[in-house]
Each structure stands twice: as C-alpha cells, then as structure tokens.
C-alpha cells in the first residue's frame, strides 16, 4: 500500500500540488535506500536535492556600487538640448533660404510682366515713328 501511496505523491509532485509534509514524506522515501525499480529515477534526484542543499559557495562577490542614473540624465537632457537647438538653428536657415527664393520668383514675375508691358510701348512708339515717317514722307 505504501508503493501505491508513492506513487500517488509522486505524481502530485510533478504537477506541483503536494505540500511540504507529502514532500518531506517523498524525500524520507527515496533517500531511505529501498527504492522500487521503476522509481529509480527519482531517487537520482532527490539524492541531488539532499545533497544540494548543504553546498555553500564560499569565494567572496565583489559588487561594484550602481552608477548613478542621474549623471546618464543629465547628459541626456544637455544632448537633447544641443539636437533641438540645431534643429531649429538648421530649421530657420531653411526657412530663410525659402523666404528668398520666394520673394525672387515674385520679383522675377515682376519684372517679367514689366518686360512684356514695356515691349507692348515700344512697338507702339514704333508704329507711331511709322505713322510720323509716312505723314513726312507725304508732306514733303
């Protein structure tokens, strides 16, 4: 019966839902040296837990402070700065390269309305020199 109860408990233990006592009652079994062949395997491990459990690591850890994650911020907040202050300095180049160019297209229409207005007047004023030659021309 005891067999049966055993095995039982070590399936409750695979599934994580035995409690301490059932534990302490698994590790009295298989570290007691009469173990049934087909639980063989289990006795390997709880010969480990049992043998584990009185292991001590005994070299000493150095442990290194932690860095202050202010310092990292504030360089973060001083490059962030930098990065926006360039971007603006870069943006308001851009804008002013902008504004020109606009105010060049315009004053290049401008002109070229003037150009065309001024053409109009002197082929006017030619076809007047046409007339005057003619009418002297007549009168002479």
Known sequence: ?????IE???????NAETS?????TLRNY???GSVAPHLQEYEYM???????????????IKLEPKKSKKRNLKWLSVAASLV??????????EY???????????????????????KKG???????YTYEDTVKKILK
């Open 20 to 24: 301490l006592q059932e534990e302490t």
């Open 84 to 93: 926006l202050l360039f971007s603006v300095f870069i943006g308001k180049n």
């Open 46 to 60: 709880f010969n480990y837990f049992a043998t584990s459990k009185d292991e001590t690591y005994t070299k000493t």
């Open 96 to 118: 002013d390269r902008y504004q020109a160019k606009k105010q060049f297209d315009q004053i290049s229409k401008g002109l070229m309305l003037l150009s065309a207005n001024l």
């Open 8 to 14: 039982k408990l070590v399936e409750k233990y695979e």
């Open 122 to 128: 002197e082929q006017a004023v030619a076809t007047l």
């Open 1 to 5: 019966m005891e067999l049966a109860n």
């Open 30 to 32: 298989f570290t007691g």
